[in-house]
């Protein structure tokens, strides 16, 4: 999978960040560099962000930039203008020619609101649920709906017999940590 960032129309801001920057978005013409420059940041990333190997900037609908994120340092944190801290990508821009560009520029992404989303970065395979049914899923999803509850569920009666000692076991390694930081 890519990680995907939808970009706006080139628009004003006042920087919620350290950078200071005066505007973001996308605009026809716009260099490749500028637009990461500006877009790499500043985003609520997870985990999973840092395991990709692409990240791509896509505006009303179709991927016009992609980058390959650092392998050592793939997101960075961003201090907050009010506390805090979010994320921003660290890649190098690629280019006609380079694999990672060619395979993912130009691609259309899904209509999902969610201005942060994945797409397949290896078209043709088929990417199936993770719960281990084998049904197909799309749009960068990692399980059909509802099936990473039937997954877990399914693990849990054949690793421990019941939710409840499952339960017990888990809280027994986590006693020293407070459920609720997780």
């Known amino acids: 999978m890519a990680l995907n960032f939808k970009l706006r129309s080139r628009c004003s801001v006042e920087d919620s960040c350290v950078w200071g920057r005066t505007w973001v978005g996308w605009e026809p013409g716009q260099s490749d560099e500028l637009t990461y420059d500006v877009n790499r940041g500043v985003w609520k990333l997870g985990l999973r962000a840092a395991k990709q190997k692409?990240?791509?900037f896509s505006f009303d609908g179709?991927?016009?930039?992609?980058?390959?994120?650092?392998?050592r340092q793939p997101i960075e944190q961003v201090a907050?203008?009010?506390g805090g801290t979010k994320q921003a990508v660290v890649g190098r821009v690629?280019?006609?020619g380079d694999a990672g560009y060619e395979l993912l520029i130009g691609r259309p992404v899904d209509a999902w609101r969610n201005p942060v989303t994945y797409i397949d970065d290896n078209p043709g395979a088929p990417v199936?649920?993770?719960?281990?049914?084998g049904t197909e899923v799309?749009?960068?999803r990692e399980f059909v709906p509802g099936h990473d509850q039937r997954g877990i569920h399914d693990r849990?009666?054949?690793g421990w017999g019941s939710t409840v000692e499952f339960i017990r076991w888990f809280d027994g390694l986590n006693d020293h940590r407070n459920l609720d930081e997780i």
């Open 54 to 56: 692409y990240a791509t």
């Open 62 to 71: 179709i991927v016009r930039t992609v980058i390959e994120l650092d392998h």
């Open 80 to 82: 907050m203008v009010d």
């Open 94 to 96: 690629l280019k006609p």
């Open 128 to 133: 199936l649920c993770e719960c281990g049914c």
């Open 138 to 140: 799309t749009g960068g």
């Open 156 to 158: 849990i009666r054949i």
